[in-house]
């Protein structure tokens, strides 16, 4: 047996492929294979966190560690390296759904959603403001026109960029190399630029990997440098966005509103005062299960089995 399989994915592999592949459940991957002889895995496909020191002990012989997951903070990338091991990540599985979900939080916010339901909840009927005719009141803020921000340009940013195109918006990125996608009206390259970039957007979507340097990117110092009227979305992860200075941003109307699907901590406490915070939209870790990624993982896992198989080039690799 050469391939090892986390059962949460059994339904994606094709039946035929089964006789040669080790399923073990999370509770048996918490114990990293104990009962199993896993010491001659070369492939092994499971969640992040399972590509530890003591689990990556009891395989000797793994050569390929596919993660179902874009970020890798979790895989204990200094063993994987050091054992000359292929890290392949499921970039791209997700993007759509993500960006989708960007859209359901933009959309959310600009069109006041959550008032336009409390109303309904209370049989209430907002007309129009005093002394403003019918006809001619804003009520609500357009995405037409205005700017959005994409810190990240990987499959997710450009999912968004193509989605924002759609509604009229002009598209700003910051990364670290250079993007070349003709749907960029302006790119912001290297961190020394992000000074530049956060002022010019009036919604900003953070998507970039967690690190060391990036760790509280969105910190109490950038929210003084954006828009009084900019909206902050992350879908990454947590703690890319310092959580106090979110919070405070938002009490003092530093910004106008934020929408988060990723947290510092994870479950999110119950006594965490976010909870309470009118202006932020929240949803738990979510925005990438929508009903189409499940089967471009499997397309993806399926693909790099073959490659495997027949000692052709993986896909996704992440360089180490």
């Not at 993660?67 to 292929?86: M, N, Q």
């Not at 990364?175 to 961190?191: A, H, L, M, R, Y």
Request: aromatic fraction near 10%; hydrophobic fraction near 40%.
């Amino acid at each position: 047996m050469k391939i090892l399989v986390n059962s949460l994915y059994k339904h994606l592999i094709h039946e035929e492929y089964y006789k040669d592949i080790l399923f073990l459940s999370n509770e048996e991957c918490d114990k990293n294979g104990e009962g199993y002889d896993v010491s001659d895995i070369e492939l092994a496909v499971m969640q992040p966190f399972y590509f530890n020191k003591t689990f990556m002990d009891r395989m000797p012989k793994l050569k390929i560690a596919q993660i179902t997951g874009a970020g890798y903070d979790r895989v204990d990338v200094k063993e994987v390296k050091e054992r000359g091991i292929a890290l392949c990540n499921s970039r791209g599985v997700m993007s759509i759904s993500i960006a989708e979900d960007v859209f359901c939080k933009m959309l959310f916010i600009s069109r006041e959603v959550r008032t336009v339901e409390q109303d309904k909840q209370t049989h209430h009927w907002d007309g129009v403001s005093k002394g403003q005719d019918q006809w001619m009141c804003t009520c609500y803020q357009d995405l037409y026109g205005k700017t959005l921000g994409i810190m990240g340009y990987g499959s997710i940013g450009h999912e968004i960029a193509v989605r924002a195109k759609a509604f009229g918006m002009k598209i700003h990125v910051y990364d670290v190399f250079e993007q070349k996608d003709p749907i960029i009206d302006c790119s912001f390259i290297g961190t020394e630029n992000l000074r530049d970039f956060y002022p010019t957007c009036d919604y900003i979507v953070v998507s970039i990997p967690l690190n060391e340097k990036t760790r509280h990117i969105i910190n109490a110092d950038v929210f003084e440098q954006m828009k009084s009227s900019a909206v902050l979305i992350n879908v990454a992860r947590g703690p890319l966005v310092d959580t106090e200075a979110l919070i405070d941003a938002l009490k003092t109307g530093k910004i106008r509103a934020a929408a988060l699907d990723v947290y510092e901590t994870e479950p999110l406490e119950a006594d965490s005062s976010l909870w309470d915070i009118d202006n932020l939209f929240m949803s738990s870790h979510k925005a990438g299960m929508g009903d189409t990624w499940k089967g471009f993982i499997g397309a993806l896992i399926m693909r790099n089995i073959d490659h495997y198989k027949n000692g052709e080039t993986l896909e996704n690799v992440i360089p180490l």
